[in-house]
């Protein structure tokens, strides 16, 4: 793939918003999208007229309950009258939306974009988990029974077993992400818990406990992206996006050595090329990897080569990715403290990167000084890659 | 900290509210295995793990594809593989399919299968998702179960549906404890 890509504009971040993310919401989809939309509209000092096209983001509709989600979304995440399109790449929905409405200017076909995420899981009865068991190979999987924690628990175990991380080391990423997120205005699950408290916690399917997973969420996120022109007439200091990837490995999950997500590494190679970084570690200030579950923070890091192979947990005890670390992962609170509306959580992490980079973290602002920041979901059966780097 | 839009309900509070539908959408569907699949299908009918190849590359697939996913051409032949190899993972299932408490703890993992020409520990490999029997808590929590060597537990010929449960499951070759 080409990487001195020719673009008509430069891509800048001019906005973003959310709603709370809860385990249950009154609002419907797209009241939810419209609350997130408006704020970015807001933030940006834009109207819905001033917006050329719209990138929205759902999981599976089945979360939601109606087919054609992008479409049902369509009007509360301002797209009437105006090209719009959904993506979708299950977890990595997150990043691909504003990585979708990177190109949507990059082209030079719109010089402003609305992009929203949007995940209402609430709705699927007795419980979301159940939506999940359609995620299976219907003829070789499905007959064992699957729950949908069982993956989880094998890549965790596999990575413990060849990494040598101890479900201790692991549990830390709970904790600070948690302790992160007592600083962010949606945080679902904020708290200041220990190690014991996530190793007490239920047994779901061993090494996984119940403390190492994020929670079911409903709630939106969005974010204004717009041609570098029409940046400088918003902001003295615009947020750029300097590097997209995505990636996607095969469905025969159980064909690969879990220990690894070479698919991130492929989307994050790809994006950090674009912008032009040689030694990530080094040259990346801030991250948001995806966190659906603690370990796979680690792996992500690994994966987004913000850590050697197998080092990810080692660097974590020594507090490299705290907020005030070296290198902070997760300065929002993450999935697993902020919260896990699937596409929506994937912005909330992009969203994160660009206020850290716009100094408008607040009291979640990292430490030192930052220039440049990756953020990254994961989606489908340990397939997909999404990676986005913004700089200023 | 900024207030953020959104209604917080509890569980109880949502059947308080007018306009609560409940609905159960119903959909029933009939899968086939595919070409390669019905191949692999059979072979388990016949106690035998069936697996393709591309010549071109050299991949061997294990459950088999009719096309070579890094070619896009025809595999081309059907191999047998033999019915062992080892442990890649294994985890313990407190809880069932519904999130229900089990009883008895299930393991489940993925078996690297031995594969005729394959170098050890490859990123990619002929393998299957399965339950693992034979093993105990202790073998997956200090990793003993991890690289252990497993052979598949056939059902007896008369049972066996051309089904991936024609294997009960993968167990340590030389027995364990049940
Ligand atoms: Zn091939």
Known sequence: MRTNIHVKDRVAVVGAGLTLFRRRMLETPQELAAAAARMALDEAGLTLEDIDCVVTGTAPDAFDGVHFNGEYLGDGSGAVGKSMVRVYVGGGTGVMIPVAAWWHVASGKCRTVLAVGEEKMSPALPHPQYVFAYIWDPILERPLEPNLIWIFAMEMRRYMAKCGGKKEDIALVSVKNKRNALDHPAAQVAGNITVEDVLNSETLVWPVNRLDISPVSDGAAAMVLASEREARRITDNPVYVEGIGWTLDNTHWYNRDLYYPRYVEYAARMAYKMAGIEKPIKEIDVAEPYDPFDYKELHHLEGLQLAPRCGAWKLLKDGFYDRDGELPSSPSGGLLGVGNPIAAAGVMKTIEIYWQLAGKAGARQVKKEVYRGVAQAWGDLMQVGTVIVLGR | ?178
């Open chain 2, 1 to 178: 900290m900024v207030e953020l839009e959104g209604t917080k309900l509890s569980e109880k509070e949502i059947e308080t509210l007018p306009g609560v539908i409940y609905y159960k959408p119903f959909t029933r569907y009939k899968f086939t295995a595919g070409y390669a699949v019905s191949v692999f299908l059979e072979g388990l009918k016949r106690g035998k793990i069936v697996g393709s190849i591309c010549r071109r590359c050299g991949r061997v697939y294990v459950p088999p594809r009719s096309y070579c996913e890094y070619c896009l051409k025809p595999t081309d032949e059907f191999i047998e593989l033999p019915d062992r190899g080892e442990i890649s993972t294994a985890v313990i299932s407190y809880i069932s399919a519904k999130r229900g408490r089990l009883e008895k703890p299930e393991f489940v993992g993925v078996i690297r299968l031995e594969t005729p020409g394959y170098r050890e520990g490859s990123y990619e490999f002929a393998g299957l998702f399965h339950k693992i029997c034979g093993i105990t808590e202790e073998d997956v929590k200090t990793g003993k179960a991890i690289g252990m060597k497993v052979k598949a537990r056939w059902r007896p010929p008369e049972e066996r549906a051309g089904s991936i449960l024609d294997i009960e499951c993968f167990e340590p070759i030389g027995g364990g404890e049940d």
